[in-house]
């Protein structure tokens, strides 16, 4: 059993940057492969990015890629989602799942594949 938590969003101009962080409980963090998903009012959750168990594969959607960066602290289990160029478009609630053990990320974009969620931080861009 994994527990998530996510922090860090909030409100911001377009073209500012948030980090968001998602602490995982459990001694078995580091065997998780970890995404961050996103879902807008009305709208379908959508896979944003994903990290490999391990940290030595990431993936990303396209429409965040160049702007967006997953990365992960095993010794802090912590999974973090630094956010650059914001567009009002991002504006949704924020989820971290994670996806384990040691399974891949390489085509796992759907929701479904995910076996444990948080409950989500909001992530509000103002144009």
């Known amino acids: 059993q994994v527990q998530l938590v996510e922090s860090g969003g909030g409100l911001v101009q377009a073209g500012g940057s948030l980090r968001l962080s998602c602490a995982a409980s459990?001694?078995?963090?580091?065997?998780?492969?970890m995404g961050w998903f996103r879902q807008a009012p009305g709208k379908e959750r959508e896979f944003v990015a994903a990290?490999?168990?391990?940290?030595?594969?990431?993936s990303y959607t396209d429409s965040v890629k160049g702007r967006f960066t997953i990365s992960r602290d095993d010794a802090k289990n912590t999974v973090y989602l630094q956010m650059n160029s914001l567009k009002p478009e991002d504006t949704a609630l924020y989820s971290c799942?994670?996806?384990?053990?040691?399974?891949?990320?390489?085509?796992?974009?759907?929701?479904?594949?995910?076996?444990?969620w948080g409950q989500g931080t909001q992530v509000t861009v103002s144009s």
């Open positions: 459990g001694r078995t963090f580091s065997s998780y492969s």
């Open positions: 990290i490999r168990w391990g940290g030595s594969s990431t």
């Open positions: 799942a994670a996806r384990g053990p040691f399974k891949t990320i390489v085509g796992v974009t759907s929701p479904s594949w995910y076996d444990f």
